[in-house]
């Protein structure tokens, strides 16, 4: 089974000529279609944004694009705030969900005008010390154990570092409605990359319910709620996508029945990363050694320094041979890069058309969480981003990191020439 590419073998081997691969290549039209999507998936919803999760894919080229798209950003680090003002996005465009926070990064976060997201009941008072209490505050929520409206249970929280017990979390918000926050609401991610298309209405219902429950016991009533990330995408060429249309129309269903039936209309946000840029960026690498010892080895020249999921997950990436799509000459093969290390494979055992060398592979949905994780192991140096426009063309959106680069935080032999 193969997976569809936006782009053709043709325009893959006049990229690889002009620019050395190892590089990433982003479809711009996959991601602006895919934010069309969530929008109208929540287009019911007054004051509905998604705040893209900038970890995913941290590049201005693409922030801007999600900036003209009505996006938020969602950022955890001091450097990701400014990422997001750098391109475009301010103010309570920003949500900031952290954990382990200074009092540095909060005051970052309250002078760019973020929304402030607490992780604990203790970071009230931390809070307060490094900025004061602003007036829109949000409290993030780990129930433990999540259940589905028949009660099932779909997941357990009970070894997750975030979030804070239901008890801590009425603490945490009647103390900063009392300390004069007046916009309070609640976030929750329940889950990671998942593909059940209830996730997001089951989520919906528990943190509706809370907002009720909020109401009854504490007098407050929410003015977000925010159900974060955790839709998954299909990496297997048999995984079906969730339809997020499908998704928005099951949240609507429990936001009638639970919300707009008891007086209460409250924008919802999402923080969705891997769903928004996921499919559409490309990791193309050039097949540099063919290896048989007890196993068939295909050699590329990336290597987990460009994408780590496979090496740090096991993470199943699709890849296409670029040209041979329809070959039918197959070889089970483990594709490798030159780290040294063992785990440095981006697929094994893996089925694929007959490969040479020089043949570019082109691995599949690297667009979030895939340059991102880029580090610097082995002195390998991250290589370069490109853009696909809808026109076809390729323009570059972040260049390779040079030895220049590698060496910039060093100290070095001033005279040492490169
Ligand atoms: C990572 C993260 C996201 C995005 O997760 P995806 O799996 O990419 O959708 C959203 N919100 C928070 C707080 C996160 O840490």
Redesign the pocket.
Same mark, same amino acid.
């Given at each position: 089974m193969n997976k569809i590419l936006p782009f053709t073998a043709e325009q893959v081997r006049n990229w690889t000529d002009q620019y050395p691969t190892p590089f990433y290549v982003y479809d711009e039209e996959g991601i602006r279609n895919t934010v069309s999507a969530v929008n109208k998936a929540f287009a019911w919803n007054p004051g509905f944004r998604e705040y893209f999760?900038v970890?995913?894919t941290p590049t201005p080229a693409i922030l801007r694009i999600l900036e003209s798209m009505d996006c938020g950003a969602?950022c955890?680090s001091v450097p990701e705030i400014l990422l997001a003002k750098g391109s475009g996005i301010s103010g309570k465009r920003i949500m900031f969900?952290s954990n382990e926070t200074s009092a540095s990064e909060y005051q970052t976060a309250r002078e760019a005008g973020a929304i402030i997201n607490l992780d604990d009941l203790t970071q009230v008072e931390n809070l307060e010390k490094a900025c004061g209490i602003p007036d829109t505050v949000c409290c993030r929520y780990n129930p433990g154990e999540f259940r589905f409206a028949d009660n099932a249970i779909m997941g357990h929280m009970y070894d997750t570092k975030f979030g804070m017990k239901k008890e801590q979390l009425f603490e945490a918000l009647r103390i900063l409605s009392a300390k004069g926050a007046s916009r309070l609401g609640i976030h929750a991610?329940l889950t990671?990359?998942s593909l059940e298309q209830e996730y997001y209405p089951a989520l919906a219902r528990e943190l509706f319910g809370l907002v009720l429950e909020i109401r009854e016991t504490l007098g407050i009533t929410l003015s977000f709620v925010d159900m974060?990330? %955790?839709?998954g995408i299909p990496y297997k060429p048999d995984q079906i996508p969730v339809d997020i249309i499908a998704a928005g129309d099951g949240v609507r269903c429990v936001y009638e029945e639970m919300l707009r039936s008891n007086g209460i209309g409250l924008p919802i946000y999402t923080?969705? %990363?891997?769903?928004v840029t996921g499919p559409h960026g490309y990791l193309l690498t050039s097949v540099v050694g063919k290896k048989h010892i007890w196993k068939e080895y295909v050699g590329v020249d990336a290597s987990p320094a460009d994408l780590m999921r496979p090496a740090m997950y096991g993470a199943y990436h699709h890849i296409t041979v670029s040209g041979k799509e329809n070959s039918s000459f197959e070889e089970t093969v483990d594709v490798v890069g030159a780290l040294c290390e063992n785990n440095d494979k981006f697929a094994v055992d893996r089925s694929l058309p007959h490969t040479e060398l020089g043949d570019i592979l082109v691995i599949h949905d690297a667009g979030?969480?895939g340059h991102a994780m880029g580090y610097n192991y082995n002195g390998r140096l991250r290589c370069a981003e490109y853009l696909m426009c809808p026109d076809g063309s390729l323009k570059m959106i972040r260049r390779a990191q040079s030895v220049q680069d590698y060496f910039s935080t060093l100290d070095i032999d001033p005279e040492f020439k490169f």
């Open positions: 999760a970890k995913a969602d955890s969900t991610m990671s990359c974060a990330g %955790g839709i923080e969705m %990363g891997r769903f979030a969480h």
